[in-house]
């Protein structure tokens, strides 16, 4: 009797009972068909993403932080930048992604880990678009941004126009170079060296190093569980030469200067280090050490004050011979300004588009008694792996100190 109830019910009852269903799938219907009619019609972005081979488990997404869609820059100085930043959730803590970031369809950065930022030094006012694109391992393209539209007004006497001209040829002999070099692209962007006309003065001072490249997108490479932030360790390096030697200058921030050694265990301490391929087109295939590697540190002294010194840990345990070194130290940071002679490094004749292995390092050590944290202008620093080495590119593009000063001073300098 139970049984024959509660059919009786169900008959009843079998319409108003799925009616809450019937409406929700017409509702669930009339959304997608709102969705695809609006949808061609809205100009945004993310409906016209560029058809990307999207792997299935995995959907990109990344967003600019800094710039803002249409901001505008007011500089007074062609010194001042442009800071980028971007978010992604997707590869913020996955390494086998990299971040090439676009300004007006020129590739000026390449990331591979968080935070995705730096800061871009436009070299001329003007509109500008900016948009990054996801790589994986194989360098192939799994997403690409939408362009944020941007703006740079640089007022003042120091935009002079053979300034910009000379930063598009720099670019476009720099781009030259790199089409037909073999060089580790995956591990770095390469570094370049401009010849220079008037050698800097070794004095731990900055002021000659205006109008050389500067490097600032060291990566935490050993031991980076330590690392915090760039006030614990990062850097700026700029060099140059010229057919006697090889110059640099390196500003590094580091909350706690520690040097306890010296000579031999300097890199132990807050350090600095080269590791350079001397001849990488020959050993290209070859990641072991060799005759004409070198890996060489520097200190800029140690705690009590004592001069800065060099030590050529490859291939000879001794300092570096003919080297010229000075130091700055001062509250969150130390300068090390050098010139090493070419003689030390017998298989390199300098020369305008002469490519080298090369990755520098900052060794940091702050409370214990020996190095916390390795950052690298290379994704690795495997001293035992010379493969892993970013690159080193010298160009000459003529004597840029002459023009800067012919352009700024023309006017004080006529009085004869
Ligand atoms: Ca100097
Ligand atoms: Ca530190
Ligand atoms: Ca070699
Ligand atoms: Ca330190």
Redesign the pocket.
Known sequence: MNNNDKKLRKQKTFFLDRFPYIIFILIIGLTLLIFFIVKDKLPLSFFSKKPVAVVAENSFDLYFASPAKNQSFDFVSINETVPIEIKGKDIENNNNYNLNIYINSKLVKTLNASPFKFNWNPSQTGAYDIYAEITDKNNKVVYASEKIPFAVDIKGANSAESTSLENVNIEEKKNKILEKTSYRSQNAPPIFALKCYTP??????????NLYEKFSSFTPTILKENYTNAKDCSGVFSSCWDKDNYYF?IKVTDDVYNQPYNTNQINKGDSVVFVIDTELEKDFNIPFLNGDDFQIEFSAGDNSGSAPESFVRWPSNAPLKGAIL?SKKYSGGYTI?GSIPWYAMPAVTAADELVMGFTVSIFDTDNMESTELVVSSSKQFDFNNVSTLGTLILIDVGDLQKDSQSSSTTETTKGN
């Open positions: 800097p003065v070794i004095d731990g001072n900055l002021d000659d190093w200058f000075a300004e």
